[in-house]
């Protein structure tokens, strides 16, 4: 299968062999890395839409693009509905994304047209999971916060400054919602910490759990007694939402959320709120609704939010 940015645009089942000329590809941003467009352009032409000179590119003109494209690659932002792959017509064949869900892409449309899905999964698992583990640090440590305060000159060796202790993971119980591989490599990241226990909740228990100690339980529990709660599950229509203003209520006024999975999955009003009103201790965000959050939004004022 061939490879682009760690997606994979090429399913098995879709042969090149028949094409007599290179079937045509659409990238819909042009920053990926140029190692990887070349290997597209080996079997394919490849057309970027340029993201760094006219922005994001539009479903308009997405569904003015994707004629006679025999693949499309998109990434986590960009999102492909009916209307986009109708307008692919026979010619379509695969959509690609450079992310490990796939929520952005209507997969009813796919199948009703036959197109083949590609994706990232696995690809990026390390690295977010070593990113979950980053914002939860700088989140419970207020390490932003400390280092803002030596660079604005807020910082004296003769002040006590107890705010900045933070949360420590020692001898603490942390929650992991969604227990798939990205989890599972958490969890085995922050054993290294000496956590008195890790919860995690799942479909069914996952041997992988059992092997390094971790305790399959139910959401209501693992929110009432996690310092540290970490979602990293997939969004779909069950779980959009998941992390509702009354699951958020349940949480413990030390705790601390991490939200690496989608912007989706969490009520992000209720979430507002709590950190307002220190009903949790703090929150890190990779994911929010909507992507970019706009400058002015209340998350983005929060001493207690760390956002990347």
Known sequence: MLKCCGASLLPRCVK??????????????????ESAVELLRQHFEVECWDNVNNGDVSKEKLVE?????????????Q?????????????????????TGVDNVDLEALRRHRVRLGSASGVNLEATAELTVALLLVTSRRIVQGIDAVK??????????????GQGLHDSTVGIIGYGRIGHSVAMKLKSFLPKQILYTSREEK????????????LDTLLRSSDFVILTIALTPETAGIMSRSKIALMKKNAVFVNTGRGALVDQDALVEALQQKKIFGAGLD??????????HPLQRLENCEIF
């Open 16 to 33: 090149l062999s028949s094409y007599v000329d290179k079937p045509k590809v659409l990238l819909a941003r042009c920053d990926y890395l």
């Open 65 to 77: 693009l994707i004629r006679g494209k025999f693949g499309v690659v998109i990434d986590s932002q």
């Open 79 to 99: 999102k492909i509905d009916h209307d986009i792959i109708a307008a692919g017509g026979s010619t379509l064949r695969v959509v690609s994304t450079v992310s």
């Open 152 to 165: 604005n000159g807020g910082w004296s060796s003769t002040l006590n400054h107890p705010w900045l202790n």
């Open 207 to 218: 041997p992988t759990g059992a092997e390094i100690g971790a305790v399959f339980t139910d």
């Open 287 to 296: 994911v929010m609704t909507p992507e970019p959050l706009p400058l002015d």
